[in-house]
């Protein structure tokens, strides 16, 4: 009786899902790639292949065999920790196998129930669960809303615990840049600290792509900094980044890290690698740049709202999930690859196709793109 019931719960969901055009699937990326976030080009590099291939023959194991504080822990994994730290301007960092687990192992070690956390309102899922688990009390502020933030920090004293602001710098989903500057002008005027994830700037602004953080110099003023490896980085994992004590508690207390087989240990190899490579690529940072304006201007001048972007992300809102759907669909058969994110991911009338630039892309293929949806939007496929 009990394997009937969820056999029917779960075609049940399944078909609700199906009936709202929710339902996933898994599909591979076929042509003009406009859906990764492999910014910097580094997934495909042959520079960093040769030396992750050189990471596994030096290596003593191609398995991670335990969590890093039983059997997988291995002197590259310092090395790159410490390397990394150096590049974020933090004392120390600790490596976590996904950007996912960095964000909850963070929240559910540092906080408890006693502090408070105020959240913006377009902060990753990651985000959101990692202050779940750690049962503070979550106080979310309106997207970038100074204003709306100062009230709450006002009105939300907390004389038994801490707070604490979290953001994103660069936001997944509008492109976005958080007011930094301002934030941590607000923390230190009302007794918060403050947490950014990074992982849409890590490497692809900031002084040697060392992220928005930096870029504003405001690196030492952070209480903890997330960078991820799985983006412009074209690696895998994510660091938490900031003084020797957090690094200490993270590598006790935080659950995400402390029972999860580690990676293999060439995998410090390629993130190293990786590392290092990214460092030297201003010119493909300036390139992305001067393409994702380009995306922008093309879009806009066609009337379509991009929203805030400042960033190689460039959302095409189209306002419905239908229009979102049909949009990607009719684009991918004219050679792009896209992607529509509809509500509930995205709130209801902002549904779109999440434009994700990288500097592989030419030019020429933007302005075919943007040439693409005009055609469509002449045939009353691209608006909502």
Same mark, same amino acid.
């Given at each position: 009786?009990?394997?009937?019931?969820?056999?029917?719960?779960?075609?049940?969901?399944?078909?609700?899902?199906?009936n709202?055009?929710?339902?996933?699937k898994?599909?591979?990326? #076929?042509?003009? +790639?406009? /859906?990764?976030?492999?910014?910097?080009?580094?997934?495909?590099?042959?520079?960093?292949?040769?030396?992750t291939?050189?990471?596994?023959?030096?290596c003593?194991?191609?398995?991670?065999?335990?969590?890093?504080?039983?059997?997988?822990?291995?002197?590259?994994?310092? %090395?790159?920790?410490?390397?990394f %730290?150096?590049?974020?301007? $933090?004392?120390?960092?600790?490596?976590?196998?996904? =950007?996912?687990?960095a964000?909850?192992?963070?929240?559910?070690? !540092?906080?408890?129930?006693?502090?408070?956390?105020?959240?913006? %309102?377009?902060?990753?899922?990651?985000?959101?669960?990692?202050?779940?688990?750690?049962?503070a009390?979550?106080?979310?502020?309106?997207?970038?809303?100074? +204003?709306?933030?100062?009230?709450?920090?006002?009105?939300?004293?907390?004389? #038994?615990?801490?707070?604490?602001?979290?953001?994103e710098?660069?936001?997944?989903?509008?492109?976005?840049?958080?007011?930094?500057?301002?934030?941590? *002008? !607000?923390?230190?005027?009302?007794?918060? #600290?403050?947490?950014?994830?990074?992982?849409? $700037?890590?490497?692809? /602004?900031?002084? =040697?792509?060392?992220?928005?953080?930096?870029?504003?110099?405001?690196? &030492? *003023?952070?209480l903890?900094?997330v960078?991820?490896?799985?983006?412009?980085?074209?690696?895998?994992?994510?660091?938490? /980044? =900031?003084?020797?004590?957090?690094?200490?508690?993270?590598?006790?207390?935080?659950?995400?890290?402390?029972?999860?087989? @580690?990676?293999p240990?060439?995998?410090?190899? *390629?993130?190293?690698?990786?590392?290092?490579?990214?460092?030297l690529?201003?010119?493909e940072?300036?390139?992305? &740049?001067?393409?994702?304006?380009?995306?922008?201007?093309?879009?806009q001048?066609?009337?379509?709202? /991009?929203?805030?972007s400042?960033?190689?992300?460039?959302?095409?809102i189209?306002?419905? +999930?239908?229009? $979102?759907l %049909?949009?990607?669909?009719?684009?991918?058969?004219?050679?792009?690859?896209?992607?529509?994110?509809?509500?509930?991911?995205?709130?209801?009338?902002?549904?779109r196709?999440?434009?994700?630039?990288?500097?592989?892309?030419?030019?020429?293929?933007?302005? *075919?793109?943007?040439?693409?949806?005009?055609?469509?939007?002449?045939?009353?496929? @691209?608006?909502?």
């Open positions: 009786m009990t394997g009937s019931y969820f056999a029917r719960r779960i075609s049940i969901r399944l078909a609700e899902l199906e709202n055009a929710h339902l996933r898994l599909t591979s990326v #076929q042509g003009i +790639n406009l /859906c990764s976030n492999d910014y910097l080009g580094l997934a495909s590099d042959p520079r960093l292949k040769a030396a291939l050189e990471a596994m023959q030096t003593d194991r191609m398995g991670g065999t335990g969590s890093r504080l039983l059997s997988g822990h291995a002197p590259a994994w310092n %090395a790159l920790e410490e390397e %730290a150096a590049f974020a301007g $933090a004392e120390a960092s600790l490596f976590f196998n996904s =950007g996912f687990a964000n909850t192992g963070l929240f559910q070690a !540092l906080l408890g129930s006693d502090d408070l956390v105020f959240s913006d %309102a377009l902060n990753h899922a990651s985000i959101i669960d990692g202050i779940r688990l750690s049962r009390r979550k106080i979310i502020y309106p997207h970038r809303d100074l +204003n709306a933030l100062e009230d709450l920090l006002r009105l939300h004293s907390n004389p #038994q615990g801490g707070r604490v602001i979290v953001t710098s660069i936001f997944s989903m509008d492109g976005d840049h958080a007011p930094l500057v301002e934030i941590f *002008q !607000l923390a230190e005027q009302y007794g918060a #600290q403050v947490i950014v994830d990074e992982a849409h $700037a890590t490497c692809t /602004c900031g002084p =040697g792509g060392r992220g928005l953080v930096a870029q504003h110099g405001l690196e &030492a *003023q952070c903890a900094i960078h991820t490896c799985g983006k412009a980085l074209g690696s895998m994992g994510a660091f938490v /980044c =900031g003084s020797r004590t957090l690094v200490q508690l993270l590598l006790n207390c935080a659950r995400s890290f402390i029972f999860s087989t @580690a990676l240990p060439y995998v410090a190899g *390629q993130v190293r690698a990786a590392l290092r490579l990214a460092g690529m201003d010119a940072r300036a390139r992305l &740049a001067s393409l994702s304006a380009r995306l922008r201007e093309r879009l001048a066609q009337e379509y709202d /991009c929203g805030a400042r960033s190689q992300i460039v959302p095409l189209v306002g419905s +999930n239908e229009a $979102a %049909a949009l990607a669909s009719a684009l991918e058969e004219a050679g792009f690859a896209v992607k529509a994110i509809r509500s509930p991911s995205v709130p209801p009338g902002t549904e196709l999440r434009l994700s630039v990288t500097a592989l892309l030419s030019m020429r293929e933007i302005d *075919q793109f943007a040439d693409a949806v005009a055609s469509l939007s002449a045939l009353g496929m @691209a608006h909502g």
